[in-house]
DNA sequence: ATCTCGGTTGCAACCGGTTGCAATTTTCTG
DNA sequence: CAGAAAATTGCAACCGGTTGCAACCGAGAT
């Protein structure tokens, strides 16, 4: 159906080579013979096949990206973050969905066989087995939201989920609670762990000072509403403050602390995590700690690129800093 | 780097051939050498590469995904749904984020470089001429959420916006309002005229109606609150109830109504348009019209398959029926 | 006029598979 | 057990490009 290099060279007039050679930037082909090829090309409407090329090229310019998170918000905005970034940079990407019903297929043997130039891990709450099946497959990978290690076996990008975590403490220490809460996501996810490390240190440091610690079965509203009306109806009296792990909690703990009667910040005071969008909705107005997106994801990409040319580096974590937007909760 | 088939044939002690149909479901190989390959293959750790394959057999099992829209939540379900219903036929989703600051590539020539089988617009706001374009592409498309057509260019599958709309002005009809509005979305894109018209149609069929009618600069939580706070200012009365063109729209609008000390739905009844996930939460309880999301998606893929493998199919456009979800407001 | 040299060109092999065909082996029939 | 049909196998050509190499070209140097 549509045009090979050979019909164009064939209507050009010239050999295969030369056709390929006017669509290989940096070959020497005279301005004349280029010309001719072009409008061959024009006429057939003629484009170069990418995977043909990539089996000589051994690039197909295909970046893996993988998830398995389609159901917090934050992640729309990641996934637009990722696909402008990597499409910027003349990449393309191959979206991988985890959240599957089809685990017989092995994602990362899949990935393989669509020759991706390198793979980009989106999650915060996959299995670290996955994560090292995803670097032993020899393709440059980056983890971007991974848990960071001083010697990590894959390049790993994320905040700096501690300090965020006593950030979110401070906060709550600072309004003269004395009575804190960490309500985390699920107790298995690093993220979680972490920020909760972070919590209870800062509200350790400091005497007098009460904490308790809950989890949410899952980062989602309908987990963190469960969780606080858990809390609510519970012998324990309620925190002052929470810290959620996640702006999605937040919310779902709002929506419970609400049908309580209870009010925010009034009766208890909330501190959520992401600074998604629809944080700073006013009528949501979550004050939160506000994880920079667009750097992490920027950072990631650039460092895959740097993977993809440069050989053999060795993986390393880089961790960036959070900081926390007050407003009405 | 990685095995080759021509390596485990080698191994195996077979013909190239061989090795090949032992991958190729349905080819004639018997049990013996079967057993040899994939020995050898193991043993490699060979995955056939799929664009080698394509050389031939002219099937990627790559489809196109393409959207403009990265902002409104509904349009996370929106992935994750079409993600998943195309990795479970088989296929890969090649996402291209059409709100891209590189408008010199042609995202329907770059998808034919990369020999997608098939095609997947979602996207209500899209310029009819681009998706014209990609019709033009000579590759299967199938444009999801798209306008009606008794003689479609391109298949389409959407909801029946019209309807939607009618819908959604009998509700507010049957609570009595006597002075109702629609606050659409953009005023270009076909889904908001559409929903417009329906609402139209049934509103002005009842006498002593009043009807008005705005439009937000886009599908957004800023601009459904900027709309309702000018509708606020302005010198008409507001309207008893509001249809929105989109949940995100809605839950801007009642901000801004919040803030004016009005209560939804005691002062102004508002439904919205799509029923995303946000729009059950129990602390935004939403009135709206549910969008069939997932029948929508399942059959656009169901589709697209058809026309993969069925030739010369002609166009068709298949209307989706939603329903009003009576909550809160 | 001859020699050099840098730029251009085509040939042919190769990238990793698939597939029609003919040869070979196995299985089935009578 | 011979003969025929069916199943299996390998050869070689091909899918749509790329690229090393050698041949070629024209222009400037000698």
Redesign the interface.
Known sequence: ??ATLKDVAVLAGVSRSAVSRTFTTGASVSDQTRRKVMEAADALGY??????S??TTRR?R?IG?VSDN??N?I???V??QF??AI??AGY??????L????PNTDPV??L????VDGIIIASSTLSPDLVVSFAKS?IPTVHTFGRYSSAPKVDTLAVNNEHCGALAAQALLDRGYTRIAFLGGPAAATSTQDRQAGFAAVAQAVSGVETSVSHASAYS?AAG?EEMQRLIGADQPLAQGYFCGDDVLS??A??AL??AGLKVPNDVGIVGFNDM??AS???ISLTTVHQPLEEIIGASVERLLELLDGQDIAPQARLFEGRLVERST
Chains 1, 2 share one sequence.
Request: hydrophobic letters at 40%; glycine letters at 4%.
């Open positions: 159906m549509t484009r170069p096949s990418v995977f043909a990539s089996l197909t295909l990206l389609f159901r918000p992640f729309l905005e996934f637009d696909t402008r499409q910027s393309r990407p191959l979206l991988v969905n959240g599957d019903a089809e043997e899949m393989r066989s669509y020759s020899q509203f509403r919310v779902g709002m929506s609400q049908d969008a629809m909705w006013q009528n």
